[in-house]
């Protein structure tokens, strides 16, 4: 598309007189379908005439069928009337001629409203999407609608991992339809969503499924052509390799509703991965209707590249804002999604995440929003505009940023792959482990603006990060200290995020045995979760625990306090001469909680307050219980092991 890009026209798009005539209010673009009529419509202000090509079916190569002559209308409007008996299931592109410097240039582009495309994303498709729906779907509900944020617990997971092993007992590898299987077993131990509902989380995230661009959809599935898929093509449209039929754009619309459908009726809820910050190229179809206008572009032509991937996208113009606001109500309202995960966030500005905030309350209003709130290096194309960072999430309404403060104390910088944190016995990390526990990062004022973790798709899985800080470590101590990170993250003040398979010491290793710290392109060998690990005592234990850890905040009131202040209350740190325990005393309402958490190799002896009257223990170096009856009645003191935390309750 570069070769379109005109100074003129880039000059213009962050300018009040072009936004005052071409910023187009109506929820209409793309394909709206009312009683016998289809209405396409698209915003291309700078073209000089738009053809709607028509073809019998979605792949790459076929020929146009047919040519309308699309209408212009006010404020950049292209439009094209149809009618549902001859248009239904047939597939569309654009094509655009443009006038520069007296020549005319055209360009063919996929319409970026597209809710479903063929194979590999080229062309729209006509879809009726009242047709795509499963059984139940008007029915169908997020199924903890009423739970605060930080009540839940997220699990971030990609679509393929979760069925890719040969261990799973999933039919539906790679797909939509595999996340949807019940009944899944690796021997006789669950696998698959049936794991997800036992272990106790409340939230999936998905990694992107969106249509992205680096899977080739013609190609069969091949255990070595893997993607994370940040990497956008179409934003509406479901990913066609996560489908059981990549040509027929109607299948991954209805795959992934069912999907969807499924979750819920497993009580689990469903977060997207979105990735508005960045395309994949600048061949994106929304830059080929307006060319240059998606992105963060100076005068001279040079990209702004905040977001590391090749270019910005300027949220801060209005028909880019429209879009992206758009975009995440669609989701919300067609595939009735529960939350979004926006990568990137500090690329994209507050007012932006404002109107999603407002939109998404409308439809429904405990959608979860939250995001990487990194400062970042982009330039934007007008002033006075503000960047949706941690620094500044006050300014947004209910949006919630990833925690790089507990990510890092716990177990050491991401970037430094040595640098060792609190669970690896660096003193220095405890005040920040600290103020993790209060759910009070620096930046945050209310801990449901907090999302607690310590490992995700990016970087080294936690059990790989604590051998690679750790020289020489035996696999029991790599596990106590994973166990360590998970009682952190999981009795913090906050929003929990665990990454798929932490619970079974994920591990992510070439085939030369290295740990691979950025999986994103590897294999399935590499990514996969590898379910049969369940059939080790040692990896069964450790998902016990996990799953204690769970089932314990869950029964906990004061592990999750809403307000800032009455946390404060609740809480008191024990003073200590040992650097690397932390021991706090919480009392919220009828609740008194004692934890302890040791970062060093030895045991340590503590005295309990009360002398320990009352008081039983939940979760020590072996366990960890909700309930009870499984847990020993303390005596005046305690032995917290070393590189494990004690919790009693009372
Ligand atoms: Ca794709």
Not at 220 to 239: A, H, L, Q, S
Not at 289 to 308: Q, T
Request: proline content about 3%; aromatic content about 10%.
């Amino acid at each position: 598309m570069r070769h379109l890009y005109c100074k003129d026209w880039l000059e213009s798009y962050s300018t009040d007189e072009f936004e005052k005539q071409y910023t187009y209010e109506a929820g209409d673009l793309g394909v709206t379908i009312s009683g016998d009529v289809v209405m396409i419509k698209c915003w291309s202000p700078y073209a000089k005439s738009v053809i709607l090509n028509v073809y019998p079916n979605g792949n790459p190569e076929t020929e146009v069928s047919e040519t309308v002559k699309m209408e212009a209308q006010e404020r950049g409007i292209w439009s094209a009337k149809l009618s549902v008996n001859d248009y239904i299931g047939k597939y569309y592109d654009y094509l655009i001629t443009f006038e520069q410097a007296g020549t005319e240039v055209q360009v063919t582009s996929c319409d970026p409203y597209a809710c479903a495309t063929g194979v590999n994303g080229e062309k729209a498709m006509i879809l009726d999407l009242t047709e795509t729906n499963p059984a139940g779907w008007e029915q169908d509900r997020n199924p903890n609608e009423t739970l605060d944020w930080n009540d839940m617990v997220i699990y971030e997971l990609h679509v393929r991992d979760f069925s890719a092993s040969e261990h799973s007992g999933i039919q539906n590898k790679g797909k939509f339809l595999g996340v949807a299987e019940t009944g899944t077993k690796v021997s006789d131990i669950s696998t698959g969503l049936d794991h997800l509902k036992d272990m106790g989380i409340t939230h999936l995230h998905l990694l992107p499924f969106y249509d992205y661009c680096s899977i080739d959809e013609t190609q069969p599935y091949d255990k070595d052509k893997y993607n994370w898929g940040y990497d956008p093509k179409n934003y509406n449209t479901p990913e066609g390799s996560y489908a059981t039929d990549a040509y027929d754009g109607s299948v991954r619309v209805k795959e992934l509703k069912e999907m969807v459908s499924a979750l819920h009726k497993n009580g689990i809820s469903v977060v997207m991965d979105v990735v508005y910050n960045h395309t994949y190229n600048e061949e994106y179809c929304f830059n080929g209707l307006v060319p240059g206008y998606f992105y963060r572009i100076d005068k001279k032509g040079v990209c702004s590249d905040g977001s590391a991937c090749g270019n910005d996208t300027a949220s801060e113009r209005s028909m880019v804002r429209k879009f992206i606001v758009d975009s995440v109500l669609y989701w919300a309202r067609e595939y009735h999604i529960d939350g979004f995960r926006f990568d990137l966030l500090g690329i994209l500005d507050v007012e932006t995440m404002n109107e999603i905030r407002k939109g998404l309350d409308e439809i429904r209003p405990n959608i979860l929003i939250y995001g990487e709130g990194w400062t970042l290096n982009t330039v934007l194309t007008k002033e006075q505009v503000t960047l949706a960072t941690q620094q500044h999430v006050d300014e947004m309404d209910r949006v919630a940023m990833f925690s790089d403060n507990i990510r890092d104390a716990v177990k050491g910088s991401v970037f430094e792959k040595e640098e060792t944190g609190f669970i690896s016995g660096n003193a220095e990390c405890v005040e920040d482990v600290k103020a993790a526990l209060l759910g009070a990062p620096e930046w945050a004022s209310r801990p449901e603006q907090v999302v607690n973790y310590t490992s995700c798709h990016d970087n080294y899985t936690l059990f790989d990060k604590i051998a690679l800080c750790n020289e020489d470590i035996s696999f029991e101590n790599r596990v106590k200290q994973n166990k360590l990170a998970a009682a952190i993250v999981l009795l913090s003040q906050g929003i929990p995020l665990l990454h798929a398979g932490e619970e079974i010491l994920r591990s992510k290793v070439n085939a030369e045995g290295k740990f691979v710290g950025d999986s994103y392109k590897s294999s399935d060998d590499v990514n996969a979760i590898r379910w049969e690990d369940l059939l080790k005592p040692e990896y069964q234990e450790v998902y016990e625990y996990y799953k204690g850890l769970i089932a314990f905040r869950k029964n906990t009131k004061a592990l999750h306090i809403k307000d800032a202040e009455e946390i404060k209350k609740a809480y008191t740190f024990i003073e200590t001469e040992e650097p690397l325990l932390i021991g706090v005393q919480v009392s919220y309402k009828e609740e008194n909680i004692v934890m302890y958490f040791n970062g060093s190799e030895d045991d340590i002896r503590v005295a309990l307050p009360d002398n320990g009257a009352g008081y039983r223990c939940y979760i020590d170096a072996s366990k960890a219980d909700a309930t009870t009856s499984a847990c020993n009645i303390v005596g005046e003191q305690a032995v917290v092991e070393g590189k494990s935390c004690l919790v009693l309750k009372k």
